[in-house]
């Protein structure tokens, strides 16, 4: 197969309704199990974040605004479809030592179930807490960018269903370009805070594949404003350790020497 | 940090999935790395008696890492995939290669040690073994630095010697509690040196994670670093001052020593959770960067 071209997601969420039907196509289409009938208690939102059983996560965020004639006791809603945001610096595959996690032709990052052992070091390892251990299961899960569809050339489920356009899927150069336009126009129309997250190549992840068009900061959507890849200060890592090692060899060294 | 700033209040990174058997291998590995420089060191020295402890416990340590390891992973009985490929950048990878290679040395040579016999082929292992033993002590510290883990990225610098003094506290007061006293001045002099850079690394740690360290200041992360320095500092204390004449004292060392170890894996381990689950600890320094080169540019 030829190399294809970058795919990806810009979710424009300037246009998310709250509707959560991307969430139930992820769930059907990959068939990711239930994660319980929760009641969260803080907003609509009752399913919290994306995890291993969730891989389109809708934030709901009611925000108080002033607003002109009403003054203080205005509210705004923020809604915005998370995923995961296949970094073109990946922290998963990089710490994978499985090698399970790879990167697919589309440019999308990808978990390869049948040799995932579970080993986790790429839970934590993710600087937006996207991919999760599924317990019962024993391995980890996360958003494929529907790697099966793709291969038949059809869209992800999610942004299939979208009924308000605001997940868009597409070659990540045309993508990039329709993001620029309509932060302009949003910005010619006075809203202020309109913010691309995720489109800067040279931001600490190398830019996201899948990226965003936000409202406010990304930390109010519970979204890191600067995220890096861990793996960017290995080397300085390394010589910190290699430093420790010749110490220790050192400590054995002078402990060891008979008294002259 | 106002309410405003995180969603919620919900973490923004996952919390580790690692059972806590993975700070005491942490602690296992770190015995059977450092035992295995004691051990190479003391032997070519001429601390027989000596050497042949520190051997039996680099094996012992490695012994108890392997299914410390196993039992962890979510598929254990896919643990060979580790071995599926060499990956430069996952300390897991790497610590994998270095684990297969160490394992066999370190238990041949206490092996040869033990029963006299293919001394020749046991100095051999001994010498691989030493040679790999500083990576086996110091690479998990590389592990947990290597995540977006605040309280561990953060720490990136002084973790590795942190593991290290606390590997080579331990392997010592293991060591000299199984060595008699007339023959056990290495360890006693190499417990002072690791609890000394135990000690040194994570104060060093603190002060540099400022904020973002509070989960080692606070909480059970906390209580377990106060009672690694008591530990710890008692150990070394009591090996220097009793330790030379009474054997009792040396292994009361040799517990502290080990105590002390065990309490400094665990709070690196629990301050990992508790700096997952508080969004400030990852948007704060964030927030501020991203201002900064902003006001920069």
């Known amino acids: ?141 996360k958003c494929t960018l529907c790697y099966d569809r793709l291969k038949s050339d059809l869209e992800p489920a999610c942004a299939q269903a979208c009924p308000t356009q605001s997940i868009q899927f597409g070659p990540h150069d045309e993508l990039r370009e329709r993001a620029a336009g309509r932060l302009g126009v949003l910005q010619d129309a006075g809203v202020a805070g309109a913010q691309l997250y995720g489109a800067d190549e040279t931001d600490g992840v190398g830019g996201f594949g899948a990226f965003f068009l936000l409202l406010d900061k990304p930390e109010v959507y519970g979204l890191p404003p600067d995220p890096v890849v861990t793996t960017r200060d290995l080397p300085r890592m390394w010589k910190a350790a290699a430093g420790a090692a010749l110490t220790l060899i050192g400590a054995a060294a002078v402990a060891c020497r008979r008294p002259r | 940090m106002t309410a405003g700033d995180s969603y919620y209040g919900r973490p923004v990174v996952k919390a580790p999935v690692w059972k806590p058997a993975i ?154 509690a199984c060595t008699p006293v007339t023959e056990a001045g290495p360890a006693r002099r190499l417990a002072v040196l690791g609890a000394g850079l135990e000690l040194g690394a994570f104060r060093a740690m603190e002060s540099r994670l400022g904020e973002v360290g509070g989960p080692y200041r606070d909480g059970r992360a906390g209580r377990l670093a106060r009672a690694a320095e008591v530990c710890t500092g008692a150990g070394a204390a009591l090996a220097v001052l009793g330790g030379r004449r009474r054997r009792s004292a040396a292994v009361a060392a040799g517990a502290l020593l080990c105590a002390g170890s065990l309490c400094t894996r665990f709070s690196v381990f629990r301050a990992g959770f508790e700096s997952a689950a508080d969004p400030a600890a990852t948007v704060g320094p964030q927030r501020r960067r991203a201002d900064a080169s902003v006001r920069s540019a």
């Open chain 1, 1 to 141: 197969m030829p190399v294809a071209m970058r795919m990806g997601f810009f979710t424009d969420t300037s246009i998310c309704i709250g509707c959560k039907a991307c969430e139930v196509a992820c769930k059907e289409w990959n068939n990711v199990p239930d994660d319980g009938l929760n009641f969260l208690g803080t907003s609509y939102d009752n399913t919290g974040g994306l995890s291993s059983d969730t891989w389109r996560h809708v934030a709901f965020i009611e925000q108080p605004v002033t607003v002109p004639r009403l003054g203080d006791d205005g509210i705004r809603w923020l809604m915005s479809s998370d995923v995961c945001k296949h970094c073109t610096h990946a922290a998963c595959l990089e710490v994978c030592p499985t090698g399970a996690l790879f990167r697919t032709e589309f440019d999308t990052v990808v978990v390869q179930q049948d040799i995932c052992n579970g080993c986790g070091y790429c839970v934590p390892a993710c600087p937006f807490g996207v991919i999760d251990k599924r317990e019962a299961d024993g391995r980890v899960w």
């Open chain 2, 23 to 176: 700070a005491l291998y942490f602690f296992t590995g770190g015995v059977a790395g450092a035992s295995s420089v004691l051990g190479f060191a003391a032997s070519i020295t001429g601390h027989r008696r000596l050497a042949r402890s520190a051997f039996v416990a680099s094996a012992a340590g490695l012994a108890a890492s392997g299914p410390l390891l196993v039992v962890d992973l979510g598929r254990p009985s896919r643990f060979l995939n580790m071995l599926r490929v060499a990956k430069p950048t996952s300390p897991m990878s790497v610590g994998s290669w270095v684990l297969t290679a160490f394992g066999p040395a370190s238990m041949l040579a206490a092996a040869s040690v033990v029963t006299g016999r293919l001394p020749r082929m046991g100095r051999l292992a001994a010498g691989v073994a030493a040679a790999l033993g500083p990576v086996v002590a110091t690479y998990t510290a590389v592990l947990v630095a290597d995540t977006a883990i605040p309280a561990w990225h953060g720490a990136h610098r002084e973790l590795p010697f942190l593991f290290a003094g606390s590997a080579a506290a331990s392997a010592s007061g293991i060591a000299l």
